[in-house]
């Protein structure tokens, strides 16, 4: 018997007539979803992999079903991706095709490349859905930061994703009786496998507000919508408008379930608003190479300051700087996080050294640092890198920053760090020595902008006469921080 990756769509008998997606006033039953990506995916078949120019509408994930559905890999494009991560991510990834919503004006190196319009029409004779690839296949090539150079894209095989979605399902007791709403970006793990990919695989409801809003979630939670995702700062926002707002309150109190994950969600975050709506905020922890790897249980204890326990099938252990296990038993030991199973990533596309690299005898290393409770419960305390800054849920690399900045004629030198925010997490800090005529802040954050999506531009410039250097020439990014 083979395992669909999405059995609702592949078998439309089991539930055709339910909605699967709506975005606004755009709705799409199953049956008409499956209609859809079935033609889609006939002009697909054969091909390696294929751009989609990833706004957040109904087109894009019709686009990504399609794309699952023939067996080829997807690349999620940013649409406010700047010059130099689109020539980057079209010349790595060399996709066959772009997929986008008819009318939508595609820049750069991404126009050049053959495009199919992905419309909401179904063929008059839909095909049938094509046989299941095997697991091993990949399925989505996500492109993440590192602490220096341009991004790497992450190949993530089906079988992650399936028991990825699975495990969550089981953890979280997500049926198909749930109605999930969400307004994250489409490009990344979060709003796309988990929150496209994850309600089609449970056969329940996405409704997506598009451009998130304190306003539009609550309203969806008010109506029939169940749970939410979403990252600290949507939290944030909503803890302070839930102050404010009684109606709003009691709106995100109906919820089933509220997940928030991408990045640490404080703990005064997570007392705020159980104080505020009643309910208690799961938190789960993940990254781009391994989808997800723990997460508090829906009927766990929701302890705020831990994202819970290691999901089924995903072994998770912490080593000492020397790389050796750290005994479960011990409570007080901080380690490294590494992780193996299913859901891990086959590797980075081209990119054989940095695989490598971050492999330690089959287990990844993830880089974030924590330690455990005496039942098990991990708490995520910091991150290895100094160089990579988590600002509203995404991953940004310092270094990729920098070079950017280095580029400009006035900029002799340049550090960029992570600062606390309250609503960001970390907001993104540019320290710059100026040659002899100093630029505006202005200028020099749309020459970032330019560049790079908009929110890797620094929200502040601060000039220096001198950046503070070791002995070794080494910036001590800890010295500017202090
Ligand atoms: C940014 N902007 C600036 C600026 N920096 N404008 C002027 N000067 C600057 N220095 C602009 C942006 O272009 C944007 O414009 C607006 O300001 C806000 O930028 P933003 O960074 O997008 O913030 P905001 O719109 O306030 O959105 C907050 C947010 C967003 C939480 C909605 O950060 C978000 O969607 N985060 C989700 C990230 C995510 O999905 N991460 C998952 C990674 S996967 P405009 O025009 O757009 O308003 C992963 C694995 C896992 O981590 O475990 O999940
Ligand atoms: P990304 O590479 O964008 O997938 O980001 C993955 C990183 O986000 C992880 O390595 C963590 O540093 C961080 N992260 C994700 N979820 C959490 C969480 N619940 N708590 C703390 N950090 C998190």
Redesign the pocket.
């Given at each position: 018997m083979t395992t669909h990756l999405l059995p609702d769509l592949a078998d439309v008998s089991r539930r055709g007539d339910r909605v699967a997606l709506r975005f606004g006033d755009t709705a799409l039953t199953y049956r008409e979803l499956a209609a859809v990506a079935a033609g889609t995916a006939s002009r697909l078949a054969g091909l390696r992999r294929v751009a989609v120019w990833a706004t957040p509408t109904a087109e894009t994930c019709a686009a990504v079903v399609a794309a699952l559905a023939a067996g080829v890999a997807v690349v999620p494009i940013n649409p406010?991706i700047g010059k130099r991560e689109m020539s980057h991510i079209v010349g790595d990834a060399e996709p066959d095709r772009v997929l986008a919503a008819p009318g939508a004006e595609l820049p750069g190196e991404l126009a050049g490349l053959p495009r199919i319009d992905v419309t909401l029409t179904p063929p008059a004779q839909p095909g049938p859905w094509p046989a299941e690839p095997p697991a091993s296949t990949p399925a989505f090539i996500v492109y993440t930061s590192g602490t220096t150079g341009p991004p790497k894209g992450v190949v993530l095989p089906r079988r992650a994703l399936t028991s990825n979605l699975d495990a969550l399902a089981e953890v979280w007791e997500w049926t198909a009786d749930d109605v999930l709403v969400h307004?994250?970006?489409l490009f990344?793990?979060?709003?796309l496998i988990?929150g496209v990919v994850g309600p089609l695989r449970r056969g329940c409801t996405l409704h997506h507000v598009g451009k998130?809003s304190t306003e539009a979630v609550a309203a969806e939670l008010a109506g029939d919508a169940t749970m939410l995702f979403g990252?600290p700062?949507?939290y944030h926002r909503l803890a302070e408008d839930c102050a404010a707002d009684r109606e709003m309150a009691e709106a995100i109190g109906r919820a089933r379930l509220l997940v928030s994950?991408?990045?640490a969600l404080p703990a005064t975050e997570h007392q705020r608003i159980e104080q505020l709506t009643g309910q208690r905020v799961i938190e789960r922890?993940?990254?781009?190479e391994t989808l997800?790897n723990c997460s508090v249980r829906f009927s766990g204890d929701r302890r705020p300051g831990t994202v819970g326990l290691p999901l089924p099938g995903v072994d998770l252990r912490l080593v000492d700087d020397d790389g050796n296990p750290i005994p479960e038993q011990d409570t007080d030991a901080v380690g490294e996080i590494e992780v193996r199973g299913p859901n891990l990533f086959l590797g980075y596309l081209n990119r054989p050294d940095a695989t490598a690299e971050a492999m330690h005898d089959g287990w990844f290393r993830t880089g974030d640092m924590a330690r455990r409770d005496p039942d098990g419960y991990v708490r995520i305390v910091g991150r290895r890198a100094t160089d990579l800054i988590k600002?509203?849920?995404?991953?940004i690399g310092a270094g990729e920053i920098e070079n950017v900045l280095l580029d400009h004629p006035q900029v002799a030198e340049v550090a960029v760090t992570g600062e606390p925010d309250p609503d960001?997490g970390e907001r993104i800090v540019a320290w710059v020595v100026a040659r002899d005529e100093r630029p505006s802040a202005d200028e020099l954050?749309a020459h970032v902008a330019e560049q790079l999506a908009?929110?890797k531009?620094?929200?502040e410039v601060r000039f220096l006469s001198a950046l503070p250097r070791n002995d070794m020439g080494k910036v001590m990014k800890r010295a500017l921080r202090a």
């Open positions: 406010k307004g994250l970006p990344h793990v979060h709003g988990l998130f990252v700062t949507m994950g991408s990045a922890y993940g990254m781009t997800m600002s509203g849920g995404y991953k960001l954050i908009a929110h531009r620094p929200r």
